[in-house]
């Protein structure tokens, strides 16, 4: 073979990288303008429906910036980057921002709408039979997946279809000698068992009429009724019994002279209060730095225990006379491989007092999750258990990175090999896992699955149910804002912007010496 034609057949049967990058490219874009597409498919017509107007453009002005960006030839690393920097923002910025606006404003149960919500939801509920108002054989259905009822009236045997928005004829109606409605067209009607699972949405349920409205009166009968409580706007108040109730912008209620307030509220802007209440509320207050105190305990034991277990597994798995390395990191591992809200739970039975293998096996009768002390060393050990593996792992591939020659050349200058891990071998790990750590505490101050599946926060002392032996920040702050009282998603928020701050700062400081500590070692 000539060597011309031998260059030809070699070139022929060489590889076309460049041919598969852009044919990976092509496919990334289209499947980033279909993305785009379908968003914009998706969440444009019920931002037009509300009137969101800004929210509309918004999407409108990103949509036609990445449809120019991937459509054009130019921009090559912007194809890169905009993908990237759409989910740090919906993922990441979007949430904080939220969270931290939320923090701000009085946003929760009963102030979940705004003013004119909360005016519909007065008077729909304020609904009382009056004497003589009429009264309907009910039948309920439901339309798609929404709830209806079909009404009939006694008189004139008419059926009406009743719903959210009013009352509507419903011609073709087939009604039996009892005055049930047995079928009726685009409506499944409800058997009697079904009807009796929904009660709480039939009851709910109000259908409006003029100056009025129907409600159901158990499964079988509605009836029409006027509302106590009225709003005059030219008051900005509800009329009514107990009443007058006189809007209160700063707190978004309806209040009358005696100081009460509707239990339907708004949705307002209520400044530092959340904060102040935080700060001022001697409930929450009393016991913030407390919790905080085994907060930080709870996350630095969990991060040192895990990590130092998971380091001097790590190392002697990593001396060169081990055998059989690769059974016992199966082995290892486990833990790590297993959900963790299930094994949570096992660890809760395994500490009972009663029938716990762990009282069994020691021969203990100790009262793991009744005392303080126990119950904090009972969700350490827990925790221990579920997460030196993390470390263990993150901690063989670092051993794996550090050069042999380091540690021999310190034991020919006659370093023992306490005094070479000390001095050659923990720094260079710790300059490469100190980020891990840091993240490892962010995570382990905010570990709420670890508490409240375990010991819900308990043991709770007689004077005071709402803070518990072993409760976090977080498992504090879930029981104060969705307790008893309601879910506050305000206060709440504000919590948790006060634990983010927390997390920053000790992060802050921790990357910052870390920073010092590579400039030592590099």
């Keep these: 073979m000539s060597p011309d034609v031998r260059e030809t057949a070699e070139a022929s049967q060489a590889p076309r990288p460049r041919r598969n990058i852009t044919t990976a490219f092509v496919v990334s874009r289209i499947a980033v303008l279909a993305v785009a597409a379908a968003i914009l498919l998706y969440a444009a017509p019920p931002l037009v429906a509300t009137g969101s107007w800004i929210g509309l453009a918004v999407l409108l002005g990103a949509t036609t910036v990445i449809g120019y960006l991937y459509l054009t ?92 928005g009013g009352l509507s004829p419903l011609p073709g109606a087939e009604v039996g000698v009892t005055g049930k409605v047995l079928r009726a067209p685009g409506v499944t009607v409800l058997t009697a068992p079904q009807a009796a699972a929904r ?19 158990g499964l079988s009968r509605a009836v029409e009724g006027r509302a106590a409580l009225v709003y005059d706007a ?67 034991a969990s991060v040192a225990g895990t990590f130092g277990l998971g380091m001097a597994v790590a190392l002697a798995l ?69 997460g030196f593996p993390y470390m263990f792992l993150v901690t063989t591939g670092a051993l794996q990175a550090i050069p042999r020659e380091l540690t021999e050349a310190a034991a020919i200058d006659g370093a023992t090999p306490w005094k070479a891990f000390r001095r050659v071998t923990l720094p260079l790990l710790l300059v490469a896992l100190t980020p891990l750590l840091i993240s490892s505490f962010a995570y382990n101050f905010n570990n709420f699955n670890a508490i409240q599946l375990t010991t819900e926060g308990g043991p709770f002392p007689p004077e005071n149910p709402q803070v518990g032996g072993t409760d976090l920040l977080i498992t504090y702050t879930f029981r104060l804002a969705f307790g008893t009282g309601g879910a506050q998603f305000g206060f709440a928020a504000a919590i948790s912007v006060f634990i983010f701050a927390i997390v920053a700062i000790v992060s802050a400081v921790a990357f910052r010496r870390t920073r010092k500590q590579e400039e030592v070692y590099a």
Aim: glycine share 12%; with cysteine.
């Design 318 to 386: 990593h001396h060169p006379r081990m055998r059989g390395t690769k059974a016992y990191r199966i082995a290892l591992i486990l833990p790590y491989a297993m959900p963790s809200f299930a094994m949570l739970l096992v660890w809760r039975d395994m500490f009972n007092r009663d029938f716990g293998l762990v009282n069994q096996m020691l021969g203990l009768n100790v009262d793991w999750l009744g005392e303080v002390t126990t119950a904090r060393l009972a969700v350490v050990l827990v925790n221990l258990w579920l």
């Design 199 to 217: 009660g709480e949405e039939i009851a709910a349920l109000t259908v409006p009429t003029d100056g009025g409205a129907i409600k159901a009166n």
């Design 73 to 164: 030839r130019r921009y090559v690393p912007a194809k890169y980057l905009v993908p990237g920097t759409v989910f740090l923002i919906a993922f990441q910025v979007f949430p904080v921002l939220y969270t931290v606006t939320t923090a701000f404003t009085n946003f929760g149960d009963g102030h979940r709408g705004d003013k004119a919500a909360a005016i519909t939801a007065i008077e729909r509920g304020s609904v009382r039979q009056a004497p003589g108002s009429p009264e309907y054989q009910l039948t309920t259905a439901l339309r798609g997946g929404e709830l209806v009822f079909l009404l009939v009236d006694p008189a004139t045997k008419q059926v009406r279809l009743g719903d959210a």
């Design 234 to 300: 030219g008051c900005d108040c509800m009329w009514g019994e107990g009443g007058p109730w006189r809007a209160d912008g700063s707190q978004g209620y309806f209040v009358n002279a005696a100081g009460e307030h509707l239990a339907q509220g708004w949705q307002v802007n209520v400044g530092l209060a959340n904060f102040a209440r935080v700060l001022t509320n001697p409930t929450i207050s009393g016991y913030f730095l407390g919790v905080f105190g085994w907060n930080a305990v709870f996350a630095l």
